[in-house]
């Protein structure tokens, strides 16, 4: 059965930054797109970074472009989000998603999610 946990979500400062790790099991992650979403109060869910098993290829949402970075240890089947920069706006429930490839991860076809974790920027 596959396992999602993500760990790293906190309360922030404006300005400030947080490193949201999801450690991987039950499966081989290796091959898979891993990545995250995010949910605010009140909105949907939107896809805020993703990365390709073998790093090549990297999403990220217009939002986070130039502040948050995704990167992956394939040997610890585990995926990071580094969050510089943060925002108010960034308040939100990340999840963790693995699916099996990049191209479904652009369709929003996910395999797996997270039970989520909670980042909170104050002003």
């Known amino acids: 059965q596959v396992q999602l946990v993500e760990s790293g979500g906190g309360l922030v400062q404006a300005g400030g930054s947080l490193r949201l790790s999801c450690a991987a099991s039950g499966g081989t992650f290796s091959t898979y797109t891993m990545g995250w979403f995010r949910q605010a109060p009140g909105k949907e869910r939107e896809s805020v970074a993703a990365?390709?098993?073998?790093?090549?290829?990297?999403y990220y949402a217009d939002s986070v472009k130039g502040r948050f970075t995704v990167s992956r240890d394939n040997a610890k089947s585990t995926v990071y989000l580094q969050m510089n920069s943060l925002k108010p706006e960034d308040t939100a429930v990340y999840y963790c998603?693995?699916?099996?490839?990049?191209?479904?991860?652009?369709?929003?076809?996910?395999?797996?999610w997270g039970k989520g974790t909670l980042v909170t920027v104050s002003s």
């Open positions: 998603a693995v699916t099996r490839n990049y191209i479904n991860w652009v369709r929003g076809d996910i395999d797996n």
């Open positions: 990365i390709s098993w073998s790093g090549a290829n990297t």
